[in-house]
Structures are given as C-alpha cells and as structure tokens.
C-alpha cells in the first residue's frame, strides 16, 4: 500500500523487482525465439542481481493476488504504483504467457487466488517421452503414510482464553474463505501424476476409491484392542491426505468442467471424515482414561486449605471436571480446523502492508499538514496519533489506513477463532500497534511458581499471567459493547471476556457457531470456579451483570444451534457428518447408531459410499471399545457397507468386512457375494480371501450354488411331450458353471456331488440330457472314492451316512441314465446317417461304366458289412445300458436304498417324477433299438421285464404310455408272423 502524497513507502514496483515484469518482456522479445528454460535463466538472474545490488521490498504482488484481489480505491493514485493499472498489466501478462506455452490458464488463476510465485507459473515444456505427461499438474496418489501418534489428540491443557492450546483438528473457518469454494482449495504445486486420473469422468471418484482398500490395510495393521487410537490417527491421515489430493485436483480443474462438481463434494465430505476421526479419538481416549483412573475425590482433598494461585486452580478443574475437559477438547478440535483454514487465508495483512508504523497514512498526512504541504486530503482526519484518538475526538482515519485497520481486525480475529493469540499479538507488533498486542495478554491466569519453593541456588522464576486479571476482562467487555469499534474488534474482545452476544455476529458457520457456544461455556465455568477457590489477597471484581445471564450445559448448547436465527447454521446442523459429531460430544453413542441406520434404510436417499464407509469403521471402533450396544443396528449398518462394496466392486475388501458380521449373515451376504464372480481364478481368490478371514466356507458355496441354481425356478414338473432334447439356455449355463464353487476344496466333495445330483434332476426334468452331461462332468473322476476316503478320515469308519450313500447312489443312476442316452444318441446316428449308400447304374451305361459299377458294389457290400458289424456292436451296448437303468440294482433307478434321518420331502417327489418321466421313455427307446435291428424276439421279452413284480416298471407307465407300449410290442408281434414265428417269437413247429 503506497502512501498518497509523498514519496511511497514500498517500492517494490519503482525499484524494478517485478518477476512478472521481466517474463513480460521477455515474453514480447521479437529478437528471438520464446524459449521456456531461458526464460527462468533469464528471471533468476535479474532477481540475484536485484538481491546484490540493494535490499527490495517483501511485498509480494504474487502474494497480493492470493484469493480476492482488494477493492482498487478511487483516491488519487501514487506517482509510482497505479494498482488498477498494474493488476491490468499482471492479467494480461499471464495470458501472454500462457498462449506461449499452449497452456490453459489455470481456474484459481483467472480467480485471482493463487500465488505468483516463480515456482507456479513458470511455463513448463512437455518432455519427449510422452505427450500426455502431466507431472505438473497433479500429486501422487497418497500412500499409506506413516501413522499419526493419537497422543497429540488429547493432551489437556488450559482453554484457549486461559492457557497454551495444545489440540487441534480440522473443520474450516468460512468467513475467511475467499469469493468461492473452489477458490479457497488452492494449495501448492503438484509433482507427480498418472495421466489416466485426468482423463477419467469424475476424477475425484476415481482418485479417491483408494480410500476403500487404505481403511481396511489400516485395520489390519491394528487388530488389537490397545491399538485403537493408533487406528483412529491413521484413518485421519488417510483422509488428509486424500483432501491434499482432491485440493490439488480441483486447484488444476479448468473453469467450466462439469466433471469436477462431484470432486468438490466427496471433497467436502472427505474433510468432515478427517474432522471426525480427530474428534472421535481425542474425546474417547480422554473417556476411556477418564473410565479407567476412577474417583480421585481423596486428590481433592488434599489440596483444601492449601494456598493456589489461578493456574493451578484451572488445571486442577481441568483433571477432576470430565465435562469442563472434554468441553475444552471440543475448542481445541474447533480452533485446529480454523487454524488449518487459516494457512489458505486470502486478505493477509502481510500481502498490503511491510511496515510497522501504524496509520501510516494519517501520520503522513499529519506531518504534511505541520509542515505547511499539501496533503491531498480535505476530509478531516485524528489530529492525534495515540491508540483512543478516533474514538476521543470521533475523528476517523486516513482511507487507506481504514482500510488496513479493518483488515487487521478481520486477521486478528481469525487468529483468535484459530487459537492462536501469540500470532494474534504478533501480528500487532508487527503492524506498529503493540499496544492492541498488550491489550491481548492480559488473559493468561496468575501464578508464582516462587510460592512455594525457589529455583536451584535460590534462584527466582518469573512470574506468569495477570494478577489483575478479573479487571482486565471486565475492560474487555466494554471494549466488546462499544459500538463504535469494528466488528471484528468487538468480537474478538467478546471471546476474550465470555461475551457471547457480541462474539456471534463475526461467526458464520456451524463451526463458528459452536466454537463461540462452547468458549463461553467453559469460560463461565472457569470464572465461576476461580470466584470459589481463590485464595487471592483481595476480592476479585465483580463480572458485568451480563455475564451470568445465561448458564449452558453441552445439551443445551446444540439446542441453541438448532435453532439459531441463521438459516445457514440450521441447515448445516442437519448435515449428516454434523450429527455425528454433536451426538459424539454428547457422548450418546445409541443415537449415533440410530442415525446412522436410519440414512442406510433411507432408499429415496442413500447416504454417499464414504459416508457408509465411515459409519462402518465407526461402528467397529465403537465395538472394540465396547460402547455399541444395539447391535441390531450396528450389524445393519455394517450391511450397508459390504452392499457398497459388492456394489462398487472391490472384491479383495469383502471378505474381511463379511467377517465382522454374525455368522447366519456371513454365510449369506458372501454368497450372495460370490454370485456375481465368473471367473475361475477370480472365484479361488474370493475363497482364499473368505478362508484368510475366518469364514465358513463350506456353508457359503453351498449356499451359493443353492442360490444360483434356485433362482428363478417354478414348480418342479416334467413335461412328457416335449423334443426327446432341448437346448441349453445362458441360464443353464450359470447354473452349470455353478458346481465350480463346490470343487475346490476335495472335503466339499459330497456336497459338491449333492448339489450336482439337484442341478441334473433339474434338468432332466426339462430332457437337457446335454446340460446334465456337463453338469455329470463337473464332478471330478475319482470323487466316490474321495468322499470314502474323506468320511474316514473324519469317523475312521468306511460306512457312509443316509445322506451322503443315497448321494452317491443318484449319482451312479444318472451316470447309467447319460450313459444309456448318449449310446442310443451314437447308435441312432449310426443307423439313420452312417449306412452306406447303395451305387446304382443308370440304363446304357458302357463297359468301363459297368466295370466301375462293380467295383463300388463290391465296397458297398464290405462297407455294409462293416457297417453291421458296428452297429450289432453298438446295439449289444445301447441295449445293455439301458438295461442298466431299466434294472438299476437295490430297488430301482432314482430309488434311496437307505432312510435319511431327515427326509428332503422336495428331493423324494423330484426322484418319483423322474422314473415317470425316464422310464417308459427308456423302454420306448429299447424297443425301437430292437425293432430296428429285427430283434423282435426280445421285443416281446421287454413286456415280461416290464410286468415283472421284482421291478415294478409298470407302475411308472401312465395308461396313455402302456397303450403305446401295447401298440409296439403288437408291431413286433406282426413282424415275427411274417417270419413264420408264433406272436410270442417262438417257432412254429
């Protein structure tokens, strides 16, 4: 800021130290080529130059820009710096720069917001390997860093009106953002990148999915119970570093990229996480030590009677009051995050002002007047330089100097709001205002460590705080009433003296809103404890009558906040991160359960994956320190995440959230789980990650083939007139593939032989003889004697159970089953397409034609040969396989030679419905193999077979299939009439 009317005092500008200057000319060198890299050359020489040849001004016009640019003012401009003209020429030499390079120029650029340092914007040239190289434009994807000690979350200490603030957190302080939301994410430069983030529809979903997967490493790296504040630290780390990212992500976006509006949210929601892990463990490891220290009323005692000055009074309200501490841990979180903030804040009072004069300008403009010169100003201004001037003679300020003064109030009230107060009086001294810096210490509570004992040799330590503190806060909240001071100014008194009417109107968010509440609560809880253990020489001053008006409890704190006459803070108050922490404070972990199982349940309203992700992990860390007591909910809510999860694909994360659910809801979510994987080394990765995890895997790929084969499926029925085959549907063929999850693991065989025996009733039922077949051939050879060999290791008895004998038992009938129906598939090909053709000879063939003929009728008739040769052989072996089924041993094809203790009523009637079905069909299809092939002797034998009691295949024929049946053995009758044979294939003597 220049002074008007004399010469300025920061010249920065006049002296020539103006990085961006030099790459404007020589961005507009027509001599030469535009050549990035001698460009910094050339720009790193005239700085050293400039730093040997004379000292230059700090002000940096880079640092001027950062965030809101100040509001240009329209009084007479210095002779050297016209800031208007000077922004002009910075904008426009950005944008000559950036069409040198064939860059964009960046969003927070064109938003005045990020620095002009030399490291940001120099231009830098793509290198040759590779044209899509943008190393500069994003960082890596955090990594799992190393985990953050939770001691530093919950140090005690004095509150920050009353002592040194040692915690800190993470929830940013709105009024000192900029113009815009993006605007206030810019951070530094990035180094490194992978292209392919970019490139991606929403690059803040992609780069922060990593999220998942880092969670669950941390969970693993803490599986202990005395672990779990180390767990909680490392959650924090994880999501700060992945708010770096996304900051970083969006301070590169490209104005008017719709792609990133949802980066700007799951950054927002990524911060409040990383808010509310600090909180979490900072509170319950103050809790749960709280639990395990006990009653120290016999501490108490021993200090009655004994002389203590303010600071050890406080300290010791700090160690016995939980609710006074966890309170002071609550402001200590809240200052962190604004603290956090504060390192991106915009309007700087570094970036106007390097001087420590105070009212710079006035003081000029009054020594002017003195002087007899013209001061360029006819409005009247103090006449008096002392601190009370305008407010004594209601005489304001040079502009310039009003504008500064208000820009310091506003800074040192974010100072304030951050708990930073010796930042704050820093900040004072160094704007030549040390008075207002001693207006601030006079907060610090009165000891005299030289009370009780000396130092070594008698040495004397100095003496701490403010006797005369009680007289001092009563000056600040008059100072905080005056309504002739600055907002800013009143409130930051305010929080100094419990002032909480004057200290609201400087807070905007809920944020602020709680900070203001809760500094209040506890200073009146502090005052009320000094007004009753004093043991000070005098009678402490009474308090402003005010002061006492209103007495808040924690509970009564959030009412408020609820409430409140800001739209906005009511709104934020409802938001879900929000809820958590207030019910978190509250210490009522059930109502945080209920919340949060309400969002899961909420189908018009899903709550975001990171959202679920978070109420997960919270949920586990309230069962590893006990305090989940509706379990119900919590295994809902835990639910609700492995649902995202198998929704969002992370196959490696399930198993091990799976395992935290009970073990009905194990087996049923993993397979529901595993449903979904087709490939074959993907689905024996799922088991081992499943097995690694402690679940029961046989039950689950049991369950899983229950699932897959029973979906979908109607009434079991056979259907008697459809094609002797039907094809094999995409719905078959999942259900085939199936059987796959039961082969794995050789102890699983007689489930895995089970499960097949029902997935081939199926579709035999539905004449899928092909489907069956490779169902049959899923079943690896040699598995009858595995589930023998399996049983006995188990038992050291050989004899199979009901169960797993009648398995094996319908495994053996279907095989004769395929077998008997695939050899008649071979021989009915054999006969109807495989004979030979008979050659023929057309009428007036030649001789050689006649010669040719012969030679064909001679391999006619030794391929006929041949020909029934092969068929007699595959006739005696379609014939003797379907015997096999027709007189399947012990009882019958599909019949259980042993009673299961309990019987699968559903199992019995598919087996029942099966005979009725494959039976007469096998029947029918051995008459027309021993018609065909003139048997018809045998023909007629069937009939005995069939009417036999010993079988009892006649009682599977329906009326209409005996009827048939007659009709075919009557054919067979006829023929061997026609052979000079009786009906009954006898000879006829």
């Not at 040194?164 to 009024?175: A, Y």
């Not at 958590?580 to 899961?600: A, F, H, P, R, S």
């Not at 797993?804 to 050899?823: F, G, M, P, T």
């Not at 209409?960 to 000879?987: H, V």
Request: aromatic share 8%; proline share 4%.
């Amino acid at each position: 800021m220049a002074v008007r009317g004399r010469p300025p005092l920061r010249s920065s500008m006049e002296t020539g130290d103006n990085t961006i200057k030099d790459i404007w000319q020589y961005s507009h060198n027509a001599g030469q080529e535009f050549d990035p890299d001698g460009m910094n050359q050339v720009v790193d020489w005239k700085r050293t130059v400039r730093k040997e040849t004379g000292p230059h001004d700090r002000f940096s016009l880079g640092s001027s820009l950062m965030g809101e640019s100040p509001v240009v003012r329209d009084e007479v401009q210095s002779r050297t710096f016209k800031r208007k003209s000077t922004n002009f020429s910075i904008q426009k030499s950005l944008q000559l720069l950036d069409e040198a390079v064939g860059t964009p120029t960046p969003l927070l650029r064109s938003a005045k917001k990020t620095p002009l340092k030399h490291s940001t914007y120099m231009p830098r040239p793509f290198p040759s390997g590779s044209k899509f190289d943008v190393s500069s434009t994003l960082g890596a994807t955090p990594g799992r860093s190393t985990m953050v000690s939770p001691g530093s979350m919950t140090n005690l200490s004095m509150p920050s009106g009353f002592g040194e603030n040692t915690l800190n957190s993470s929830v940013p302080f709105t009024p000192l953002r900029g113009p815009s939301a993006l605007e206030a994410l810019g951070v530094g430069d990035v180094t490194t990148t992978n292209v392919a983030l970019l490139l991606e529809e929403d690059p803040g979903l992609t780069a922060s999915s990593g999220l998942y997967g880092d969670f669950l490493q941390a969970l693993k790296a803490h599986p202990s119970e005395h672990q779990v504040f180390d767990l909680v630290a490392s959650y924090t780390t994880l999501c700060t570093d992945q708010v770096t990212l996304l900051k970083k992500l969006l301070n590169r976006a490209t104005p008017g990229q719709n792609k990133f509006s949802k980066t700007l949210g799951v950054l927002n929601l990524l911060d409040q996480e990383k808010n509310t892990w600090t909180l979490l463990g900072s509170l319950y490891k103050d809790r749960l030590e709280t639990e395990l220290k006990g009653d120290e009323e016999a501490m108490m005692v021993d200090q009655l009677g004994k002389h203590q000055s303010e600071k050890q009074i406080i300290s010791s309200l700090y160690d016995r009051d939980e609710t006074t501490r966890q309170c002071q841990l609550v402001i200590d979180w809240l200052e962190r995050i604004a603290a956090e903030e504060l390192e991106n804040y915009y309007d700087k009072v570094e970036f106007f002002s390097d001087q420590s004069v105070a009212w710079e300008n006035t003081l000029h403009t009054l020594q002017n007047r003195s002087a007899g010169m013209p001061s360029g100003l006819e409005r009247p201004v103090v006449t008096e330089m002392d601190p009370d001037a305008p407010i004594r003679q209601r005489r304001p300020l040079a502009d310039l100097d009003r504008e500064d003064e208000v820009r310091l109030l506003k800074y040192m009230f974010a100072y304030v709001r951050a708990g930073q107060l010796d930042e704050a009086q820093r900040l004072c001294a160094k704007c030549g205002q040390a008075w207002r810096a001693a207006t601030l210490e006079g907060w610090r509570l009165h000891h005299d460590p030289n009370y009780d004992n000396l130092g070594p040799g008698g040495e004397v330590a100095p003496i701490e705080g403010n006797p005369y503190r009680d007289v001092w806060k009563t000056v600040c909240w008059r100072m905080a009433q005056e309504e002739h001071f600055q907002l800013y100014e009143r409130a930051t008194y305010a929080a100094l003296s419990g002032n909480l009417r004057e200290l609201l109107p400087a807070c905007e968010t809920w944020e602020d809103y709680l900070w203001a509440y809760m500094k209040i609560m506890v200073d009146m809880r502090v005052e009320q404890e000094l007004r009753v253990s004093s043991t000070a020489d005098r009678a402490l001053s009474e308090l402003p009558a005010g002061y006492w008006d209103r007495v808040f409890t924690t509970e009564a704190v959030f009412q408020e906040l609820q409430a409140s006459a800001n739209e906005s803070v009511q709104a934020e108050a409802k938001e879900h991160f929000h809820l958590i922490q207030k019910y978190l404070i509250l210490g009522d972990v059930d109502v945080v359960v209920d919340e949060m199982y309400e969002w899961t349940k909420n189908a018009n309203s899903r709550p975001p994956h990171h959202l679920v992700r978070f109420m997960a992990h919270l949920v586990l860390f309230l069962r590893t320190i006990g305090r989940c007591t509706k379990d119900e909910l919590c295994v809902a809510i835990l639910e609700a995440y492995v649902h995202d999860l198998i929704e969002e694909k992370h196959t490696h994360l399930v198993a091990t959230y799976v395992a935290a659910l009970p073990q009905d809801l194990q087996v049923e979510w993993y397979a529901r789980f595993l449903e979904g994987i087709h490939d074959r080394e993907a689905r024996q990765g799922c088991l081992e990650l499943a097995e690694q995890a402690g679940l029961d895997i046989p039950r689950i790929t049991k369950l899983v083939v229950e699932n897959i084969r029973t979906k979908d499926a109607g009434e079991f029925s056979i259907d008697t007139d459809a094609a002797l085959e039907a094809a094999t549907s995409e719905e078959d063929r999942y259900k085939i593939e199936a059987i796959d999850w039961l082969v794995f693991d050789p102890s699983q065989r007689g489930e895995a032989m089970r499960q097949a025996n029902a997935v081939m009733r199926t579709f035999l039922a539905m004449k899928k003889h092909s489907a069956a077949r490779e169902v049959f051939n899923k079943i690896p050879p040699g598995s009858i004697d595995v589930i023998y060999k399996n049983w006995q290791m188990q038992t050291g008895t050989s004899a199979l159970p009901a169960e797993n004998d009648n398995a094996v038992r319908e495994y053996l009938c279907i095989q004769a089953y395929l077998d008997a129906h695939d050899s008649f598939n071979d021989w009915f090909e054999h006969y109807h397409n495989s004979k030979p053709t008979k050659p023929a000879l057309h009428q007036g063939a030649s001789f050689t034609e006649k010669i040719a003929f012969e030679h064909r009728e001679r391999q006619y008739e030794t391929e006929v040969g041949r020909w029934n040769h092969t068929l007699m052989l595959q006739t005696k072996t379609t014939v003797d396989r379907i015997y096999n089924v027709l007189l399947f041993v012990d009882g019958g094809w599909m019949v259980d030679q042993r009673e299961e203790s309990q019987t699968d009523e559903s199992r019995s009637h598919q087996m029942a419905l099966l005979r009725q079905l494959c039976l007469p069909t096998m029947c029918f299809l051995l008459h027309t193999v021993l018609h065909k092939t003139t048997q018809y002797k045998e023909c007629l034998q069937l009939a005995d077979i069939i009417a036999s009691d010993q079988h009892g295949l006649y009682r599977v024929f329906r009326k209409d299939e005996l009827q048939k049946l007659l009709q075919l053995l009557r054919d067979s009758s006829i023929a061997l009439l026609d052979k000079n044979m009786d009906p009954l294939g006898y000879d006829i003597k």
